[in-house]
């Protein structure tokens, strides 16, 4: 693993330096083997990332037509409610690119349970797997050209939270989680660790002051961390990079 950290000054910067970063990943992934996988993140500091991609330069610089879209985590809850991470991502991006609609790879929250939202998503996966990169250390695992994550106040990503029994998943693709003890206290469908941790590039957006302390210890006090932050867990194969402001 490669780790790097970036600090900027505003969050207009970080996604300004966020975009530049995908786009060339996506091209070099579509030169190497065809096709720009990219898991994406919810929450609020990827917005703005995701209505810059939508725009120029950027609509014209990505391969849209070899790109396929994936979620890190959801919550369980129709497609269209407000804490929805996909009605996030459609209205600020998937709405105003020219992707293929079936290149699109919703978590499907709706007319399915947790459990089974997951099981559909693994089994997504599994019949996608020609589309990923591999992975000579990990055959048979899908292998994305880039996730994208963020941090919570409580140091957990995606939809992995201290003390969930999801943590210690090593065999899962994808789980269905306990509610967290935060807001929204909805459960949540996430990729794992062996899925997160396969991946060629992992990029964390993060946003406010109060998270510094935490990715300081996780990239100081690593051991340290990982009995503290989910977060520090996330140990990819490739490169692990910190946008922080």
């Known amino acids: 693993m490669r780790s790097e950290i970036q600090r900027f000054q505003s969050l207009d910067e970080l996604s300004v330096t966020s975009a530049e970063y995908i786009c060339q990943i996506a091209q070099q992934a579509v030169a190497e083997h065809g096709h720009f996988t990219m898991a994406l993140s919810g929450g609020n500091t990827p917005r703005t990332l995701y209505e810059l991609l939508a725009q120029e330069p950027y609509i014209h610089t990505i391969p849209w037509s070899e790109t396929h879209l994936f979620w890190g985590d959801e919550r369980a809850v129709p497609v269209e409610h407000p804490d929805s991470n996909a009605a996030m991502v459609s209205q600020a991006l998937i709405k105003h690119i020219p992707i293929p609609l079936h290149n ?93 941790n396969a991946a060629k590039v992992v990029l964390f957006l993060v946003s406010g002051q109060e998270k510094h302390e935490i990715v300081n210890t996780i990239i100081e006090h690593p051991d340290q961390a990982r009995s503290l932050y989910p977060a520090a867990h996330v140990r990819p194969e490739g490169i692990l990079r910190w946008f922080i402001v």
């Not at 963020?150 to 269905?176: C, I, M, Q, Y």
């Open 104 to 196: 699109v790879y919703r978590i499907p929250t709706e007319g399915n349970t947790p459990e089974e939202a997951a099981a559909h998503y693994e089994s997504l996966l599994h019949e996608m797997l020609p589309v990923f990169a591999s992975s000579p250390h990990i055959p048979g695992i899908p292998v994305f050209d880039l996730i994208l994550l963020g941090l919570g106040k409580d140091g957990h990503t995606a939809s992995l939270f201290p003390d969930s029994p999801v943590l210690n998943e090593s065999s899962r693709w994808v789980s269905a989680t306990p509610v967290p003890s935060m807001q929204p206290p909805v459960r949540r469908i996430t990729l794992t660790f062996p899925v997160l």
